[in-house]
């Protein structure tokens, strides 16, 4: 049987994202291909992918558990940056949605990408999404946040998420973060064929998502 990896990025479509869209729309596409690149790799995983962005006027959903053999490269028409960042809201209703629609036994990755705070939600609030976020960990999910003009690492932790990358809200910052986020999957991938259950490789990877080359802790 193969083994399920569901890859959801939760992408702030807030007005300070402007400067960065056109960047950060091409880091998406290679993102994507690098996980179609997997699927073809690994060919016992079976991977797919939803992409949902966010600002204080509503969510989108341009890819919800996809398959990656069946995605188009994102084109980035509707993504159009505006607004406040209701960061809170965006993490908690994203998440609540996917652990609906997979098991126990799928790996799931979810990456969060913003250049600000949370500033402007009305349904989830700090205290909620902590606790989304132990219980889902507890399940073995891997979760990570990627912040620009923050403590990103300060923030993750804050958020109890165990792994943070701080980038720089430029074109050539985005691009950097691309790459080092891309090759992270890439060995998370490779966990997830060595490891039995989510939280085996969950404890492999540890830490150290974003650390290339980092020896991996043991199982």
């Known amino acids: 049987m193969k083994k399920k990896v569901f890859n959801l990025i939760v992408l702030d479509e807030s007005g300070s994202m402007c400067s960065i ?3 950060t729309v091409s880091g998406l596409n290679e993102t994507i291909q690098s996980i179609k690149h997997a699927q073809e790799k690994h060919p016992e995983q079976e991977h797919s992918i939803s992409l949902m962005s966010f600002n204080s006027k509503g969510r989108k959903y341009h890819y919800d558990c996809q398959p990656v053999a069946t995605i188009n490269l994102f084109d980035g028409k509707d993504y159009n940056p505006d607004s406040c960042t209701p960061l809170y809201d965006a993490i908690g209703s994203a998440i609540a949605k996917l652990r609906r629609q997979v098991t126990d036994d799928d790996q799931v990755l979810v990456t969060i990408i ?5 500033n402007d939600s009305h349904e989830y609030d700090y205290k909620a999404v902590t606790a989304l ?11 990570t946040y990627i912040g620009a003009n923050q403590d990103a690492i300060r923030t993750a932790h804050d958020l109890h998420i165990d792994n943070g990358l701080e980038y ?3 074109p050539e910052g985005v691009k950097a973060m691309m790459a080092m986020d891309r090759s ?16 085996e490789a ?10 290339k080359g980092k020896k991996r802790n043991k199982r």
């Open 21 to 23: 869209e056109h960047a």
């Open 168 to 170: 720089d809200a430029t």
């Open 133 to 143: 976020m132990d219980k889902m960990k507890s399940r073995g999910w891997m979760i």
């Open 114 to 118: 913003t250049d600000g705070l949370e």
């Open 202 to 211: 969950q404890v492999m990877v540890g830490g150290s998502f974003f650390q």
């Open 184 to 199: 992270s999957r890439e060995m998370v991938y490779d966990c997830v064929d060595e490891c039995a259950s989510p939280i």
